[in-house]
């Protein structure tokens, strides 16, 4: 118990230290762009909360496109020609990796050499809900509104294990059954190898026979 209540106050540390990513996207020719993408992983009706800040302004040249999606095709959302602090949010439809893609165009005319400076910050589950606003509506303490928020965070951390149980529960059957075909296979394999050198030695025995070698 102990050794749990350790691991379950480091993961939350690691999650509060977690910070947003930041990096540059250039701006190319649409016929040579190619989407730069960031995934990330969500359980199934999990809801998500992508922000994203970007320098520049309208008509500096270039257009950045936002565009999000899962890996089993289910599209989450679009935005055009960002700039600023932009926020996109939905709950997920699947257990899959999501990928929240951006693609920096340059504009007919201009020259080569113009950047974004992107911010992403992707909230999912328990830190994508608005804890001020909730705080507000039910009238909790700070201290209540914590233990609130650190009790989903916990919920979300055993769904997980839970799930990931449940896949190495199912890919333990899948390598069971297929061991189990494999074994029936080789014994097939060794019993027409065996049925193939009997006959070979009554093949041989009746030709020798008939050529009155033996």
């Known amino acids: 118990m102990w050794l749990l209540s350790r691991a379950t106050a480091f993961v939350l540390l690691f999650l509060s ?6 990096f540059d996207i250039a701006a190319l ?8 993408c960031i995934r990330n992983y969500v359980s199934k009706d999990t809801l ?8 520049g302004h309208k008509g500096d040249g270039q257009t950045l496109n936002i565009h999000i999606k899962d890996t089993v095709g289910n ?15 939905f709950t997920s439809h699947a257990d ?9 165009t340059l504009t007919e005319g201009r020259q080569v050499g113009l950047v974004r400076a992107i911010e992403l910050d992707v909230d999912i589950g328990a830190d994508a809900r608005d804890w001020s606003a909730i705080q507000a509506a ?20 055993v769904n997980q294990m839970e799930y ?4 190495e529960q199912k890919l333990r059957d899948t390598n069971e059954s297929t061991n189990e075909r494999v074994k029936y296979f080789a014994l097939a394999v060794m019993a027409t190898l065996v049925g193939l050198g009997g006959w070979q030695v009554f093949y041989l025995r009746a030709y020798f026979r008939s050529k009155h070698l033996i």
């Open 17 to 22: 230290l977690v910070s947003a990513l930041k």
């Open 29 to 36: 020719q649409k016929n040579s762009n190619k989407p730069r």
């Open 48 to 55: 998500v909360v992508v922000t994203v800040t970007a320098s």
């Open 75 to 89: 599209e989450y959302g679009k935005s055009k020609d960002v700039v600023g602090e932009t926020r996109m949010a």
């Open 96 to 104: 899959a990796a999501f990928d929240v893609c951006f693609e920096n």
């Open 138 to 157: 039910e009238k909790l303490k700070p201290v209540e509104i914590e233990l609130r928020r650190i009790e989903e965070v916990v919920s979300e951390i």
């Open 164 to 167: 990931l149980r449940r896949r």
